[in-house]
């Protein structure tokens, strides 16, 4: 692991139903590993669940934590979304047994959401439930999935079918990990950080208006900052609404098309952040039809989120096909489309169920590009596949 600069490392709180627990967050957050374990302890083995790819990347750089803690043995397995399914879970489970891993062992998660996900619900069903430690690798995995304690896998009829809530003991965010991140990756992941200055932080919002070309070069500084205020506004969200039953469904603002794009594109088109910046920039939209926001807040959104880099474009569905994929969401009710949407930058509600009219004219506009008449070339590049 690469020497941390001089910054803070934050501990958030997350209070979770079944015991509360710390988000360690800054440079340096995996050098207090050690401490922080043994403080939930003690434990009769350490055994880190991680993926080939992660591995390879990170293993050797982390000898030394991982002997610091207390490593007993390694589990590696296939991070692919492909691969996020019950036999990877049976797998895993199957491994523990077989190394020892009794009720008292603790997981060690180390990996982006797939990981995390997989891991989790090992960690939730294995034994009826052992303790697991999230350290997330990826933007995604530090901003939203490691916090807030879903997990799951999917199964073919749908992404996320099968899983249960299991908050983990403590979560180790560091940000040194992003340092090898692919760059699409890197991007998808702050399609999410924009996410959190849309819904409730328009602080954070400007600060990525100001610094998002810092933030695009990786500055240090200005990563750790932004990392920390994503995990405290989820933190303060799941902190409220565990269980998703009010509050917590503002997280997925931008979710409702970002998943039919997925489905409609067979998850081989968009990285789930891409998506979701599609989402937005539909709700954004919808919002603004609606009369719930003021064109230059839409402008604001519409873009940040452009500035990012180019998207994938969309794909060429007619309004009813992409509202059928809407209805198979799980988050639709009694077959209606549920959004959430915006009333300003740092400001959402939950719950509105748009006419098929009003989603058709949105979907219309924004695929004629006539949404602030962004560039066509952020849209066509050669770069995406059709
Ligand atoms: P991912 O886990 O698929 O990781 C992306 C790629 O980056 C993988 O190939 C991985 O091996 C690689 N990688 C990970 N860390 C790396 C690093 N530091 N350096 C280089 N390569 C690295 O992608 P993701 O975006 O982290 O997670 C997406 C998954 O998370 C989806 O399955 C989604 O459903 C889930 N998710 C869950 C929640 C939740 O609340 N539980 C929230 C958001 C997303
Ligand atoms: N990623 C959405 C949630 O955690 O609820």
Not at 309 to 327: D, I, K, N, T
Not at 351 to 378: C, F, I, M, Y
Request: charged share 25%.
């Amino acid at each position: 692991m690469p020497a941390a600069d001089k910054l803070t490392v934050e501990r958030v709180l997350v209070r979770a139903r079944s015991g509360s627990y710390d988000a360690l967050c800054g440079q340096g957050a995996l050098d207090r590993a050690h401490r922080e374990v043994q403080r939930l302890g003690p434990f009769t083995g350490v055994f880190l669940l991680s993926s080939p790819r992660v591995w390879k990347i990170w293993g050797r750089k982390l000898r030394t934590f991982s002997q610091g803690i207390g490593v007993q043995e390694i589990v590696l397995f296939d991070d692919r979304e492909a691969s996020k399914h019950l036999g990877t879970v049976e797998s895993i489970c199957r491994q523990l047994i077989r190394c020892g891993a009794d009720r008292r062992a603790l997981l060690l998660a180390l990996g982006g959401g797939v990981v995390g996900d997989v891991a989790g619900f090992a960690a939730a069903s294995y034994l009826r439930g052992v303790s697991l430690v999230h350290v997330p690798t990826t933007v995604v995995a530090q901003v939203d999935s490691a916090i807030g304690g879903k997990t799951g896998v999917n199964l073919p009829e749908g992404k996320n079918l099968v899983g249960a809530f299991y908050p983990p003991r403590l979560v180790l965010v560091d940000p040194r990990f992003l340092r090898t991140l692919p760059d699409r990756e890197y991007r998808s992941g702050l399609y999410e950080v924009i996410k959190y200055g849309a819904i409730v932080d328009p602080a954070l919002f400007s600060l990525l208006e100001r610094d998002l070309d810092k933030l695009l070069r990786r500055d240090p500084r200005t990563l750790a900052t932004v990392i920390s205020r994503c995990i405290r506004a989820k933190a303060r969200v799941v902190s409220c609404d565990e269980r998703e039953s009010g509050l917590r469904e503002i997280l997925n603002f931008g979710h409702t098309l970002a998943h039919a794009l997925e489905s409609l594109t067979r998850y081989r088109r968009y990285l789930h952040g891409e998506a979701v910046a599609w989402g937005m920039i539909f709700c954004a939209a919808l919002s603004e039809t609606s009369s719930l926001a003021r064109s230059t807040e839409v402008a604001r959104l519409v873009r940040l989120i452009l500035r990012v880099g180019p998207l994938p474009p969309l794909p060429r569905v007619s309004a009813a096909e992409l509202l059928s994929a809407m209805r198979a969401d799980k988050k639709s009710r009694r077959g209606r489309v549920r959004f959430v949407l915006a009333h300003k930058i740092g400001k959402v509600s939950v719950g509105h169920e748009p006419t098929n009219a009003q989603v058709a004219r949105a979907w219309v506009r924004l695929q004629e590009d006539r949404l602030l008449n962004w560039p066509k070339s952020l849209t066509s590049s050669p770069r995406w596949r059709a």
